[in-house]
C-alpha cells in the first residue's frame, strides 16, 4: 500500500494523474460507493470456498486502485512499474485491472458459457459502425 505521504503527492500533481486533487475525491465517492455494493453483491452471490480472512491478501485500498488506473490510463504504466510505485506485487495490480470487473454491457463482460470472447477484429468492427 501506498503511504499517505506518497498518495497525497500522486493526487497533488496533475500531471500525474490528469486530474484535479477535488475531481479525484468526487470520483473516489461515487465510484467507490458502487464498486463496494458491487463487491458486497458478487460475494454473497456465491458460496465460500475458504473461511473469512483466507486467500490473497491484495494490499491495495480502493483509492490505491483507483489511483493506479488513473496513472496506467494517462501514461500507458505498466502493471510491473505501478506495483513498484504502489508497492504491490504486478499480480495484485492485474486483479484489480481485470477487465472481467466492467459493467455487464460492456464488449468484454463475461461471456455466456460455450461462448468464445470476442476477437479485436469483432471490436473493431462494432467500433466502425
Known amino acids: ?58 494490499r491495495l485500498v480502493f483509492v490505491d486502485g483507483l489511483l493506479a488506473a488513473l496513472v496506467h490510463l494517462r501514461h500507458g504504466a505498466t502493471h510491473d512499474v505501478l506495483a513498484c510505485w504502489f508497492g504491490v506485487d504486478r499480480s495484485t495490480i492485474t486483479v484489480r485491472q481485470n477487465p472481467r470487473a466492467t459493467p455487464p454491457d460492456s464488449t468484454f463482460a463475461r461471456q455466456p458459457s460455450g461462448s468464445e470472447a470476442p476477437t479485436n477484429a469483432v471490436i473493431a468492427t462494432k467500433n466502425r459502425t
Open 1 to 58: 500500500m501506498v503511504g499517505k505521504g506518497s498518495r497525497a503527492a500522486i493526487i497533488s500533481d496533475r500531471r500525474v494523474t490528469g486530474l484535479s486533487g477535488e475531481v479525484i475525491a468526487e470520483l473516489g465517492v461515487e465510484v467507490g460507493l458502487l464498486w463496494h455494493e458491487r463487491h458486497q453483491v458478487r460475494l454473497e452471490s456465491r458460496p465460500r470456498k475458504r473461511a473469512v480472512g483466507a486467500g490473497a491478501m491484495h
